[in-house]
């Protein structure tokens, strides 16, 4: 007699185990890596995806493109998240073969930055003016000090002109803000200014839609708008008499305030982003202020230049000379709002190399170098192991090679062919070589500044060896069926006439 089965799942609930379990995640989690492998490499193409919103994004950069697809899958999610964060014999072999570059000999240190930086931008939309970008980028972050921190770095975009108009500011700069009548008589330049920094809105505001005052006569009248604009103009005195030549303010700033700086000979601007008035405060120092009864010279901030210069069709405020702490600015020029956006992206990858490069002076050579010599040595080493630990790590190795592979498919090359080159060069102590992309051959890719930091691939293969393990370890998935919260309400059954459906 059949046992009775035991439901102990709620009804409508999916669930899917064992072997077809581990195909249909691992057949999702290649899925994935479909749709980034030919973006690899300095001849990977472009994607362009469009959200439901109909915003069309161009990228070929892996950690974006994964960003964007809305995956619904549990197991290839886990490989998105995983993904988005970027073994031990790999790891250990990658630190013992690293070359060190001392940081004492700048100028050996800068060009290893450069290199790291090109080997970054070369599969990017901008890689034709790499050489101009990666030494924009090594100077941006060597401005920075020894936390290297990333928000003291801003990167505005400007549409029109030519991309190798782009600059960088050695300080901070932004758009312009709104202005009102008499923002073009100030003055636009300034020497050592002081720089107040607010959160107080410097306009006359409409009453209330709910405030009531009632008066009797006209001078009542009278008294009340008076202490209306005595208020402003005692605000307004007071920041003159602190001393401050240029006056910021995230909220507005209105027409009276506007005319009232300008016949002093002083720069304002209101509804500043708090993003740039954050910035300007941690370069220029001082604190934003929520009143104007404490302005003393301990919270204003301080810079060599300020300057208001046009550039294109916008106008920016650059404060140049920080005192307080060391940041920069991109300002990028360009066409299309998409192309912007990508060489957006790129820069931000190639700081981000350069700011581990700084971090951790370790490199190796890209180009599928480090992948080949990590098989050759992993292959060597499986045949030492007894076991079925031995077909484990032999499969590690062979996985290695799809990165130079999938370059040769990415520029047209005859895989097999170079593959064999490497693995013949690696053999006889090549350890650097990998794909010579210009050629359609193999080429020592240390000695052709191929480099990128250590710590990279090391963060890679860490977080491949994690997603692979975690992706093979699930061998059951339960979905619950929708909560029945979502659902539509269900027709009544009382008296009166039911809603169809």
């Not at 691992?26 to 973006?39: D, F, K, M, N, Y």
């Not at 972050?141 to 782009?166: F, H, P, R, T, Y």
């Not at 008035?277 to 060599?304: E, F, H, P, Y």
């Not at 052709?448 to 293969?461: C, H, Q, S, T």
């Amino acid at each position: 007699m059949m046992p009775t089965p035991v439901i102990l799942l709620k009804e409508g609930t999916d669930s899917s185990q064992g072997i077809p379990q581990l195909v249909s995640n691992i057949s999702a989690c290649q899925v994935i890596a479909e749709a980034v492998r030919t973006t690899l490499g300095p001849r990977g193409m472009d994607k362009l995806i469009v959200d439901g919103r109909g915003k069309a994004t161009i990228s070929n950069d892996g950690a974006t493109i994964l960003k964007l697809l809305d995956v619904v899958h549990p197991a290839a999610k886990t490989l998105v998240d995983i993904a988005k964060s970027q073994d031990a014999e790999a790891i250990n072999k990658i630190k013992e073969i690293a070359v060190t570059v001392k940081k004492q000999d700048k100028v050996e240190q800068r060009k290893l930055l450069e290199k790291c930086a090109m080997t970054a931008l070369s599969s990017k939309l901008i890689s034709q003016q790499k050489a101009f970008f990666a030494k924009m980028v090594v100077d941006a972050v060597m401005m920075l000090d020894d936390l290297l921190q990333l928000k003291m770095i801003g990167i505005k975009k400007v549409q029109g002109g030519a991309l190798e108009e782009s600059q960088l500011v050695a300080g901070v700069a932004f758009k312009k803000t709104f202005s009102y009548a008499g923002f073009e008589m100030q003055p636009k330049k300034y020497n050592n200014p002081m720089i107040a920094l607010l959160n107080v809105e410097l306009e006359l505001k409409a009453e209330k839609d709910n405030a009531e005052i009632r008066v009797h006569t006209v001078e009542d009248y009278q008294a009340i708008v008076d202490a209306e604009w005595n208020i402003l103009y005692d605000k307004l005195e007071k920041i003159y008499n602190s001393g401050a030549k240029v006056v910021l303010s995230k909220l507005p700033i209105g027409d009276v305030a506007t005319q009232y700086f300008a016949d002093r000979d002083m720069f304002c601007a209101g509804r500043v982003p708090e993003e740039d008035l954050k910035r300007t405060m941690m370069a220029c120092g001082g604190s934003i202020q929520t009143s104007v009864n404490a302005l003393s010279a301990d919270v204003l901030g301080r810079c060599q230049l300020f300057e208001e210069t046009q550039i294109g069709g916008e106008r920016y405020n650059f404060f140049t000379g920080c005192p307080k702490a060391k940041t920069c600015t991109f300002i990028l020029r360009g066409g299309a709002e998409q192309f912007m956006e990508e060489t957006e992206r790129s820069l931000h990858d190639a700081i981000m190399i350069v700011r581990r490069a700084i971090k951790n002076d370790s490199v190796v050579a890209g180009g599928g170098a480090i992948e080949m010599e990590l098989s050759k040595y992993l292959r060597d080493y499986s045949r030492t192991i007894p076991g079925k630990q031995q077909l484990l790590i032999g499969a590690y190795a062979k996985a290695l090679e799809i990165i130079p592979r999938q370059l040769c498919d990415n520029a047209g090359f005859d895989a097999t062919n170079i593959l064999n080159k490497l693995r013949a060069r690696h053999a006889q102590g090549g350890m650097w070589y990998g794909v010579d992309i210009n050629n359609e051959d193999i080429t020592d890719n240390f000695e052709a500044f191929v480099w990128e930091p250590a710590m990279v691939r090391i963060n890679a293969l860490t977080a491949a060896s994690e997603a692979a393990c975690l992706i093979v370890s699930v061998d059951e998935t339960i979905k619950n069926p929708r909560s029945t919260v979502d659902a539509p309400p269900a027709a009544g059954r009382g008296r009166g006439r039911g809603r169809l459906p």
